[in-house]
C-alpha cells in the first residue's frame, strides 16, 4: 500500500508544478490602435537585475514582432508591468539514479582524491550522496499593459510556473509561457 501511494504521488509531483497559461483583455477595445509601449515602474521585480534584464528583453522580443514599437517618452499607447513571484521549494534529486556504484563517495584509492590511497573523490565508494536535497527556485509571472488614456488594464497574462532554479529550464520555461500568454496578441473580436 505503502509504495502505490508513494508511487501516486511521485506521478502527480510533475502536474502540480506544470506551467498553467491564462490571459484576459478588455473585448471593447480595438487593439490595432495601439502601436507603441513603453515600460512602467514594476511591482515585484526579480532580485537580479540581470534576471529583470532577461525578462524584459524577452518581452520586447515578443511585443516588436507583433508590431508594436517600444518608446521612452510618456506618449506611448501602452504601459507593460511585469510582476514576477519567486518560490524556493526543497526537492530531492536522484543525481545517479539506476546507475549503480556511481556517485560520491570514499575513493579508497580506487578513484581521483587527495591523500595516499584514502580520500574522497569518484570512486568505487558505492551510492554514496547519489540522493541529496536540492533548492529549486519555481516563479509565476504576471504581464499587464494599461491604457494610459483610459488608465485601465487592457491586457493581462498570467503564467504559472514560468522559471526554474536551472537556467536552461528558466529561459524554456519563459519563453514557452511568454509565447502562449502573447500567441494570439493582438486579440481580435
Known amino acids: 500500500m505503502k509504495i502505490l501511494v508513494c508511487a501516486m504521488m511521485v506521478a502527480l509531483a510533475p502536474a502540480a508544478f506544470a506551467q498553467k497559461v491564462s490571459v484576459?483583455?478588455?473585448?471593447?477595445?480595438?487593439?490595432?490602435?495601439?502601436?507603441?509601449?513603453?515600460?512602467g515602474k514594476n511591482k515585484g521585480e526579480l532580485t537580479h537585475k540581470f534576471e529583470d534584464a532577461h525578462v524584459r528583453h524577452k518581452i520586447d522580443r515578443i511585443l516588436e514582432a507583433k508590431g508594436l514599437s517600444k518608446v521612452d517618452s510618456n506618449k506611448a499607447d501602452l504601459i507593460v508591468t511585469y510582476q514576477?513571484?519567486?518560490?524556493?521549494?526543497?526537492?530531492?534529486?536522484?543525481?545517479?539514479?539506476?546507475?549503480p556504484?556511481?556517485?560520491?563517495?570514499?575513493?579508497?584509492g580506487m578513484g581521483w582524491g587527495w591523500g595516499s590511497g584514502w580520500g574522497w573523490g569518484w570512486g568505487d565508494?558505492?551510492?554514496?550522496?547519489?540522493?541529496?536535497?536540492?533548492t529549486i527556485r519555481r516563479g509565476d509571472l504576471l504581464v499587464d499593459m494599461l491604457d494610459p488614456?483610459?488608465?485601465?488594464?487592457?491586457?493581462?497574462?498570467?503564467?504559472?510556473?514560468?522559471?526554474?532554479?536551472?537556467?536552461?529550464k528558466d529561459d524554456k520555461l519563459m519563453s514557452k509561457a511568454l509565447?502562449?500568454?502573447?500567441?494570439?496578441?493582438?486579440p481580435k473580436e
Do not use: C
Open 24 to 39: 484576459e483583455y478588455s473585448h471593447h477595445i480595438d487593439f490595432s490602435k495601439f502601436k507603441t509601449y513603453r515600460w
Open 84 to 99: 514576477a513571484t519567486d518560490t524556493k521549494q526543497e526537492e530531492q534529486v536522484d543525481n545517479y539514479a539506476g546507475d
Open 101 to 108: 556504484g556511481l556517485g560520491y563517495g570514499p575513493g579508497m
Open 125 to 134: 565508494g558505492g551510492d554514496y550522496g547519489a540522493t541529496a536535497m536540492a
Open 149 to 168: 488614456a483610459t488608465k485601465s488594464i487592457v491586457f493581462r497574462g498570467y503564467a504559472r510556473g514560468a522559471f526554474h532554479s536551472n537556467p536552461i
Open 179 to 186: 509565447g502562449k500568454m502573447f500567441k494570439n496578441f493582438p
